[in-house]
């Protein structure tokens, strides 16, 4: 990104941004490695990243013990550490929250179960709970994060809100972007947990690969998340995915033909009336492998009308029913083929439980980054020195 122009402070600031990018996700680095990477000159570099250095965007790596004769180059790397970021999933069933550096490496985690009946103050003050002992553990305060993304159950609506429809108790009249910002002078985005589990699962799950993707959401709620030409989809009114709202698809009632099985025990929750049935389904009980194909064959009906639409590389079969995919997908692709021109491949998520969240940072991380690019980001403070 070497820049020309006739303002010599603007181009000075994006090759000081060049030599961060160069730094950003590198091992520690020379002035010479900088300098091929960016393709500005040698001495250019050597100013810039003493610049960087002073304002704290890098740090020197020491040296370590070496045989080398000579006094070995110095190296430099970006510091992570001079921001942090937060992602939060806001569940039906849990509250979690992760905090990042600036290359997305964890800092600290904190999840608390959540009552599914909570109204929204109090699933609030939860998550207000568990922000203070992830910092307190983390030894930062609000003014150390630089980005906060939440993830919560529903569409979004450009200024954060759920308007639409969500499962939380009360929430559709939450404002939980308003909430943080009480707190938080950085930016706050709120972002449906599909959208953001799609997120995780191009950032550091099993799509890394791919640019078109499907994530669905199976579990006792069904959703979608849409990633295409690398770039999340979120649609006018941020219902994009919501293909689950048409009752001719199915997936409403989908999950009710495995709560329905015979011999599902009558005290077992819905989530716990899924698992007994792909349990059965793996020993060859019969009536648990018919569900299982109802409720596959419904599934279908939806992520069929998405694959017709979009023509994904990847689908990724993530949510609770996701550990289940051993029992669930042969008779899925079964299903699929019967639609569908071209079969994408059908992926199951590693990221378990802590996609949304995970999704969540890597939205605060971009946020982080858009703010950099354009000049709007502030240097950190350089780091003390002991």
């Known amino acids: 990104?070497?820049?020309?122009?006739?303002?010599?402070?603007?181009?000075?600031?994006m090759n000081q941004l060049t030599v961060v990018w160069a730094l950003r996700g590198n091992p520690p680095s020379t002035v010479t490695e900088l300098a091929g990477r960016t393709g500005l000159s040698?001495?250019?570099?050597?100013?810039?990243?003493?610049?960087?250095?002073?304002?704290?965007?890098?740090?020197?790596?020491?040296?370590?013990?070496s045989s080398t004769v000579g006094r070995p180059a110095r190296r430099y790397r970006f510091r992570a550490g001079a921001g942090h970021v937060l992602g939060i999933d806001v569940g039906v069933h849990k509250i979690l929250v992760m905090l990042s550096d600036l290359e997305g490496s964890p800092v600290q985690a904190l999840r608390r179960p959540a009552d599914p009946e909570a109204g929204a103050d109090e699933r609030l003050a939860t998550v207000d709970a568990c922000i203070d002992e992830v910092l307190r553990r983390a030894g930062m305060t609000a003014a150390d994060i630089w980005a906060v993304t939440v993830g919560v159950t529903g569409p979004v609506d450009s200024s954060g809100r759920t308007s639409f429809f969500t499962p939380l108790p009360g929430w559709d009249s939450a404002d939980p972007v308003a909430h943080l910002r009480t707190r938080f002078g950085c930016p706050v985005q709120v972002e449906n947990d599909c959208k953001l589990a799609a997120v995780a699962e191009r950032w550091k799950g099993v799509a890394q690969d791919a640019d078109d993707i499907v994530y669905i959401l199976a579990g006792i709620r069904t959703g979608a998340g849409l990633i295409i030409d690398g770039t999340l989809r979120r649609g006018h009114g941020g219902a994009a995915g919501e293909i689950g709202a048409l009752k001719a698809v199915r997936w409403l009632d989908a999950p009710s033909h495995l709560a329905d099985c015979p011999g599902v025990p009558a005290s077992a929750a819905q989530g716990e009336a899924a698992a007994w049935v792909f349990q059965a389904a793996r020993t060859g009980d019969r009536a648990a492998r018919t569900a299982v194909r109802r409720y596959a064959r419904d599934l279908a009906v939806g992520m069929a009308a998405l694959t017709l639409t979009l023509d994904p590389q990847v689908v990724v079969f993530g949510g609770g029913f996701?550990?289940?995919?051993?029992?669930?997908?042969?008779?899925?692709?079964?299903?699929?083929?019967?639609?569908c021109l071209r079969l994408p491949e059908l992926r199951t998520s590693t990221l378990g439980d802590e996609s949304v969240a995970l999704g969540a940072l890597r939205l605060a991380l971009d946020e982080v980054d858009d703010r950099l690019l354009s000049g709007r980001l502030a240097a950190p403070a350089a780091p003390r020195v002991q």
């Open 42 to 65: 040698r001495p250019a570099v050597d100013v810039l990243v003493q610049q960087l250095v002073t304002e704290g965007w890098a740090e020197v790596e020491e040296p370590g013990t």
């Open 1 to 13: 990104m070497v820049t020309t122009g006739t303002d010599p402070a603007r181009m000075r600031e």
């Open 322 to 339: 996701s550990r289940s995919a051993d029992v669930v997908l042969p008779p899925l692709r079964q299903e699929l083929a019967r639609h």
